[in-house]
């Protein structure tokens, strides 16, 4: 069973790019969180989603940002308009339905020029 | 202010010898506290996750603490290895998704 996927590793942007963030969760989970860690700072809640539905996006910023978990495929953090402050190492984990225990991919580091 | 908060936040040991790491939280409500061991460059791994009623909770060298009076953790490794070296981050669950994370503590062990 592969763990938590995400892609790409590592993404350079110029400022008012798009960014796409990819995580492919675990298989038989079907819940998918996404976390912002900023240099020198714990990981920061950003949003939770299951299957087709966003349960929870109370940590991710009103504007720019949108996150989905369509019934197939992966998970897709989208940042528009990229700017110098949204470069950060952004973490996707997963869970099955029932169970707390959150499993987290290697992060996709994003750099915005 | 952070919610959690860890110490020391970084520390140097020699191969072989141990280590305590502690973490002061405030979240609240409170639902379970977990460690993490994060590699440079990787997501963090859990180590322990433990409930309200739990004291104590160990996994293999490591070894974790709670005391939910004064709302402190603390994580202890026992001799310790090269690959012991990362950041060991203390989360505070809020409810059954919602995680606080600390800002971590950076070990690195010493040959």
């Known amino acids: 069973n592969a763990g938590v996927m995400q892609n790409p590793r590592h993404l350079v942007r110029r400022r008012g790019q798009e960014a796409r963030l990819r995580c492919s969760p675990m298989?038989?989970?079907?819940?998918v969180y996404w976390y912002r860690q900023l240099p020198e700072e714990g990981l920061k809640f950003m949003v939770y989603?299951?299957?087709?539905?966003?349960?929870?996006e109370s940590g991710m910023p009103k504007e720019r940002f949108s996150a989905e978990f369509p019934k197939e495929g992966p998970s897709i953090l989208r940042i528009q308009q990229v700017v110098r402050g949204d470069s950060a190492a952004y973490f996707c984990?997963?869970?099955?339905?029932?169970?707390?225990?959150?499993?987290f991919g290697p992060g996709t580091r994003l750099l915005v020029l | 202010k952070n919610q959690v908060e860890q110490s020391p936040q970084s520390l140097i040991i020699l191969e072989g010898k141990n280590c305590t790491l502690q973490?002061?939280?405030?979240?609240?409500?409170?639902?379970?506290l977990r460690w993490y061991k994060q590699d440079t460059g990787r997501g963090p791994v859990s180590l322990t996750i433990?409930?309200?009623?739990?004291n104590t909770k160990s996994n293999g060298r490591y070894t974790a603490t709670l005391d939910a009076d004064t709302k402190q953790s603390s994580l202890h490794i026992t001799a310790s290895q090269l690959s012991d070296s990362a950041s060991y981050i203390c989360?505070?669950?809020?409810?059954?998704?919602?995680?606080?994370f600390g800002a971590g503590t950076t070990v690195t062990v010493r040959a």
């Open positions: 984990a997963s869970s099955p339905p029932g169970m707390e225990t959150q499993y």
């Open positions: 989603l299951q299957k087709e539905n966003i349960i929870d």
């Open positions: 433990m409930t309200f009623s739990e």
């Open positions: 989360v505070v669950s809020v409810n059954d998704y919602k995680l606080s």
């Open positions: 298989k038989g989970h079907s819940h």
């Open positions: 973490c002061n939280y405030t979240v609240s409500p409170f639902s379970n």
